[in-house]
């Protein structure tokens, strides 16, 4: 059906929507980064700075050290929600008797809030009276309780094991609709020339879901990213600044510093940084897709 | 062909299983355990315990939270329907110019992180005085979660066939009266769908609640259990009796409407 006007009318009041929430505070905030903008001084008004907010940026430590932590904690997350996903997704595409209990279980981590899943894992993440040390003792496997989110070193780990459990839903529910796609006589053929498991899984479905696993993985990193809230409430970044992200740093420039000009160059850089991941991780979708 | 499942399927099963539901489940045990027992780190609760919930329930102003979230949960919801229904039957129907591209922008928004754009918002929502209103919460709410209802909802129009939707035309239908007789009763379990995610977002997003509110007036479940620690330290009876209480509504949805939700999420993967 041709129209020549209605379709836009149609979505007038989404794209509305979009302009005033995110493309106008975008342009918003390009401005603020080239201005000396602080909250504090709320008489004083916004000067231009030009570069300086960008030159003071990549000055300081603490903004560099926290692009070195999101970029463990992205790789961290991303490798844990893989493995767990590619599992659970093999796992619930088989028949069996109780698989759609099984397929609301995988939800139960989608539904809960970040913050309550937060909440959940630090208890459990407690050094004197916390579930997995109460677990890792009695198992014989350490002999003192592991000071989980106390100690810069196990910090990481903790919050990156937290979002692994909270967005891996999403990964193997697309990598399922993935599994869905792939005819059931590619695997009979197999089986007639022989081949193991293994070798099946290999040659035949991963090359397949190839395509759900990056978009998958597209949106889950930027969930990973965007999503400051498990972070915020386990650690606060801390112990230190074992666990400020990028975002989280971001965010403390804004709301806790109220320097707007500075978090806007943040910002700035976040987008493009995040634009560029985009258009890799898609430009790599569709090499995999045309071959 | 049906083969027997394997000894190493069960065992894989059974580990996945436990790794979805201990740290809710741990969650709910705690919030039936006196304090005593959660800090010997006993398994099962001895009794029943509720009084973790009516203290939570009772003091704090977490009852006016679950308002407020249901409130602006509820509206979000529904003005995402109104305003996305709309927009996906134009992107699942109509041939028009800028079509791929308007798409990609759906798409693009629903993974923009909102901190990015967080701060003149900020700026905005204080100069109009809208801070800790509702009106500051749905606003971002329905633009970011809307761009996510409208690609999920062109996969559902896409799967009916337009056979029925051409005849109406034909017989002098009004676009109106297409959308509103035919589409949407056909659609009905989709737009259901997207309501819950919508809903579901809305009620555990956290960046902005807990940016644009400052009180009781309008502050949401989730910046309220993530400050619940600081008012009271290391009660982690009623915390976790406040986390189950926040999130066992939207668990036990998303639990009987998994097969609805789960299309859903992956609607857009599939058509795309």
């Given at each position: 059906m041709k129209y020549k006007y209605l379709p836009y009318l149609l979505l007038v009041p989404v794209f509305t929507m979009i302009i005033v929430v995110v493309f106008i505070p975008?342009?918003?905030?390009?401005?603020?980064?080239?201005?000396?903008?602080?909250?504090?001084?709320t008489?004083?008004?916004?000067?231009?700075?030009?570069?300086?907010?960008?030159?003071?940026?990549?000055?300081?430590?603490?903004?560099?050290?926290?692009?070195?932590?999101?970029?463990?904690?992205?790789?961290?997350s991303v490798i844990g929600m893989?493995?767990?996903?590619?599992?659970?997704?093999?796992?619930?595409?088989?028949?069996?008797?109780?698989?759609?209990?099984?397929?609301?279980?995988?939800?139960?981590?989608?539904?809960?809030?970040?913050?309550?899943?937060?909440?959940?894992?630090?208890?459990?993440?407690?050094?004197?009276?916390?579930?997995?040390?109460?677990?890792?003792?009695?198992?014989?496997?350490?002999?003192?309780?592991?000071?989980?989110?106390?100690?810069?070193?196990h910090a990481m780990m903790s919050v990156i094991l937290t979002n692994v459990w909270k967005t891996?839903?999403?990964?193997?529910?697309?990598?399922?609709?993935?599994?869905?796609?792939?005819?059931?006589?590619?695997?009979?053929?197999?089986?007639?020339?022989?081949?193991?498991?293994?070798?099946?899984y290999y040659h035949i479905t991963l090359p397949l879901i190839r395509p759900f696993i990056?978009?998958?993985?597209?949106?889950?990193?930027?969930?990973?990213?965007?999503?400051?809230?498990?972070?915020?409430?386990?650690?606060?970044?801390?112990?230190?600044?074992?666990?400020?992200?990028?975002?989280?740093?971001?965010?403390k420039v804004f709301f806790q510093y109220l320097d707007f000009g500075l978090g806007g160059a943040m910002a700035v850089i976040g987008v493009t940084v995040i634009g560029i991941l985009i258009y890799l991780y898609s430009r790599n979708m569709n090499k995999q897709m045309d071959t | 062909m049906k083969k027997k499942k394997s000894l190493l399927f069960w065992i894989g099963l059974v580990l996945i299983i436990l790794i979805n539901i201990i740290p809710?489940?741990?969650?709910?045990?705690?919030?039936?355990?006196?304090?005593?027992?959660?800090?010997?780190?006993?398994?099962?609760?001895?009794?029943?315990?509720?009084?973790?919930?009516?203290a939570v329930i009772t003091q704090s102003g977490f009852l006016t939270n679950i308002f407020n979230s249901i409130f602006v949960s509820g509206v979000t919801a529904l003005v995402c329907i109104l305003i996305g229904v709309p927009a996906a039957y134009a992107f699942a129907r109509m041939q028009f110019k800028l079509k791929n591209i308007l798409f990609m922008l759906v798409l693009f928004i629903t993974i923009f992180p909102g901190i990015f754009i967080i701060s003149p918002l900020f700026s905005f929502l204080r100069s109009i005085g809208a801070i800790d209103t509702y009106f500051a919460l749905i606003i971002p709410y329905v633009a970011y979660f809307t761009p996510l209802v409208v690609w999920i909802l062109t996969g559902f129009f896409r799967t009916i066939p337009p056979a029925i939707e051409e005849?109406?035309?034909?017989?002098?239908?009004?676009?109106?009266?297409?959308?509103?007789?035919?589409?949407?009763?056909?659609?009905?379990?989709?737009?259901?769908?997207?309501?819950?995610?919508?809903?579901?977002?809305?009620?555990?997003?956290?960046l902005f609640a807990l940016i644009f509110t400052s009180s009781d007036n309008a502050r949401t479940v989730p910046v309220a259990i993530s400050q619940f620690q600081g008012i009271h330290s290391l009660n982690w009876g009623q915390m976790t009796a406040a986390a189950v209480t926040a999130t066992i509504p939207i668990v036990l949805i998303s639990i009987a409407l998994q097969k609805y939700i789960i299309s859903g999420l992956t609607a857009g993967a599939i058509k795309e």
């Open positions: 975008l342009v918003t905030t390009i401005i603020y980064s080239f201005q000396s903008y602080r909250l504090t001084n008489e004083e008004k916004a000067n231009f700075i030009g570069l300086d907010n960008y030159v003071a940026l990549f000055q300081d430590d603490r903004f560099i050290s926290s692009l070195l932590t999101s970029l463990i904690y992205i790789a961290g893989l493995i767990l996903a590619l599992i659970t997704a093999q796992l619930a595409n088989q028949a069996f008797k109780g698989r759609s209990l099984f397929r609301a279980t995988i939800l139960l981590p989608w539904a809960v809030a970040p913050v309550v899943a937060a909440q959940a894992w630090k208890f459990m993440f407690e050094t004197d009276f916390g579930i997995i040390n109460h677990i890792l003792k009695s198992l014989g496997l350490i002999e003192k309780n592991i000071p989980w989110l106390v100690s810069s070193d891996t839903p999403l990964l193997t529910l697309i990598i399922i609709s993935g599994l869905q796609t792939i005819s059931k006589e590619l695997y009979e053929s197999a089986d007639i020339d022989g081949a193991s498991p293994w070798k099946k990056a978009m998958g993985l597209i949106f889950t990193t930027l969930q990973t990213i965007n999503v400051i809230d498990i972070i915020y409430v386990m650690t606060g970044g801390g112990p230190g600044e074992a666990t400020e992200i990028f975002t989280l740093y971001n965010y | 809710y489940l741990w969650t709910v045990l705690t919030s039936l355990k006196q304090q005593g027992e959660i800090y010997d780190v006993k398994i099962l609760p001895e009794t029943f315990f509720l009084d973790n919930y009516v005849v109406a035309i034909m017989d002098g239908c009004s676009v109106f009266k297409l959308i509103t007789r035919i589409v949407l009763p056909l659609s009905l379990p989709g737009i259901l769908t997207v309501g819950i995610i919508a809903f579901t977002l809305s009620w555990n997003e956290f």
